[in-house]
């Protein structure tokens, strides 16, 4: 039987549109990884429990081998941990949404995942938002652990457990710069201190970064950067003569937001790519395919620990970049509906213990550490940080007495996370080699001051214009207009990198 053209274009897309939601829900299982003792299996196991994680191999072996011993000394039961790792949090976003898509069609609980580990607080507010984590019972089961000199609710201004009880951090995050000191010194270049640093044109084809779009660690890192530059801006501005403190205000945060989007502008032109895998910028910086990077405090160490040399030394380094970096925090969670509610719940227990924070640190074959490799996080916990522990630290400081001044104030851009990575993909990654080839031709040309304030005008994603319409449309707006937006923007700053670059050749 033959279907009209029109007829069969419409069952194509409807068919098109079934598989991609199997896709969605299958996928993870297709990507799902055995991790802890070998012995114990799906068939064998008495429990199971089924674990959606960007966390590498290391850390789920590590957790996963040491959950199970954990349970069966308490229980005596075997337990089969279950890894469903399809990618960063992006990924796992598309796979959860999926499935709860398809779970509110058939009428089902839960989506036949017990939990949600690691990530950034940024993911596990927003599925929290959607009432989608069942509440933790550690905190009516452990109620002495959270109080300021254990786990605290904030620090350094990021809120390190939710108000509601759905999600809960388990270790502490600094994000940062990684750079080879051999390919500095070539470039004559002293090790960077600060994210402006990374501006600089000398470094022009050797920053290495990942794609803040893929991963929400990233954009929270650029996002720092941000309101760094914010946060400086307030503290040196002055009230201009008749100017309202209510003017005021707003001048002092657009400037401060113009500032740091500039300096993402020059530091993106300065990249030799956005990647999609943020453990790529460690391992080119490591290997010499960059000069440095920005990449998460554990990624950066675990690098600098592998090319140690015997005296010490090593040509990788991972800095805190100053005044520019909070101490942020990777949750778990417990999905409504879970498969089996009592080993999830004493999952997120176990990562809280002892046992499970020192886990995070501790070298292997020390009492307590790790069995196979040092996993290079600083745990939640700060009773922890004791000297009988942290002599077998990997990384024995206290990151509650380490931080910088810098606080992280969500109510500068918090709200408009989204629409921070949406502006950096329109101005950077859309246009890439357009914004290489006027950053080179005003580096050529002597920074002309002309060709430089059409590079620098992002008046089209400013503060105003960014937190408010760009963050509603992502907010409201279908993808068809929230991709219509995005090219038009990008096709925008095409043309003014373009004349920037005509500008600078004029003036040089």
Not at 134 to 148: I, P, S
Not at 259 to 273: E, F, S, V, W
């Amino acid at each position: 039987m033959k279907f009209p053209l029109k007829m069969s274009k419409r069952i194509n897309s409807k068919v098109l549109v079934a598989l991609a939601l199997l896709l969605t829900v299958a996928v993870p299982l297709l990507l799902s990884r055995k991790a802890g003792n070998s012995n114990i299996t799906a068939e064998n196991a008495d429990r199971r429990i089924n674990i959606v994680s960007p966390h590498n191999d290391a850390i789920c072996r590590e957790f996963g081998e040491a959950f199970q011993e954990w349970w069966m000394k308490k229980t005596g039961e075997s337990v089969y941990v279950n890894w469903l790792r399809p990618g960063g949090t992006s990924e796992i976003r598309m796979v959860i949404d999926g499935r709860f898509a398809a779970a509110e069609k058939t009428g089902d609980e839960g989506i036949g995942i017990d939990v949600f580990f690691g990530g950034g607080d940024y993911e596990f507010s927003v599925q929290a938002g959607q009432d989608r984590f069942a509440k933790l019972r550690v905190f009516q089961d452990n109620r002495e652990w959270f109080q300021d000199d254990i786990i605290p609710g904030s620090f350094s201004g990021e809120t390190y457990y939710d108000k509601n009880h759905t999600w809960v951090g388990v270790c502490l995050s600094r994000f940062g710069i990684c750079y080879n000191e051999d390919l500095l010194k070539h470039r004559g270049l002293e090790p960077p201190v600060r994210w402006a640093d990374l501006g600089d044109p000398r470094y022009f084809g050797g920053i290495a970064l990942s794609d803040p779009n893929k991963s929400g660690s990233v954009a929270r890192a650029f996002e720092m950067l941000i309101q760094q530059q914010m946060q400086e801006t307030a503290e040196t501005s002055v009230l201009n003569p008749g100017e309202r403190p209510e003017s005021y205000a707003i001048r002092v945060r657009s400037d401060g937001w113009d500032k740091g989007i500039n300096l993402i502008q020059k530091i993106a032109a300065n990249a030799r790519y956005f990647t999609d895998s943020a453990t790529k910028v460690p391992h080119d910086v490591a290997y010499g395919n960059a000069v440095a990077g920005m990449c998460v405090d554990f990624y950066g160490r675990t690098y600098e620990e592998i090319l140690k040399r015997e005296d010490g030394s090593s040509r990788m380094r991972w800095i805190s970049p100053e005044g520019g970096t909070s101490m942020s925090v990777d949750p778990v969670a417990v999905f409504k509906g879970a498969p089996d509610d009592e080993i999830a719940q004493a999952f997120v227990e176990f990562l809280l213990t002892e046992t499970g924070q020192l886990l995070w640190n501790t070298r292997p074959g020390a009492p307590n550490g790790a069995r196979y490799h040092a996993l290079r996080r600083m745990p939640i916990r700060g009773d922890v940080y004791t000297e009988d522990n942290m002599q077998y630290f990997t990384d024995p400081e206290n990151p509650y007495e380490q931080t910088s001044d810098f606080v992280y104030k969500r109510e500068l851009t918090g709200k408009g996370f989204k629409a921070i990575q949406f502006v950096i993909r329109v101005i950077c990654l859309d246009v890439h080699d357009e914004i290489k080839k006027a950053w080179l031709a005003l580096t050529k040309a002597g920074m002309p001051d002309r060709a430089r304030r059409v590079f620098m005008d992002t008046t089209l994603v400013s503060y105003q214009n960014t937190m408010s319409n760009i963050r509603l449309q992502l907010e409201e707006g279908s993808k068809v207009e929230v991709s219509r937006r995005a090219v038009r923007l990008a096709k925008l700053f095409r043309k003014n990198y373009q004349l920037a670059t005509e500008l600078a050749k004029e003036d040089k």
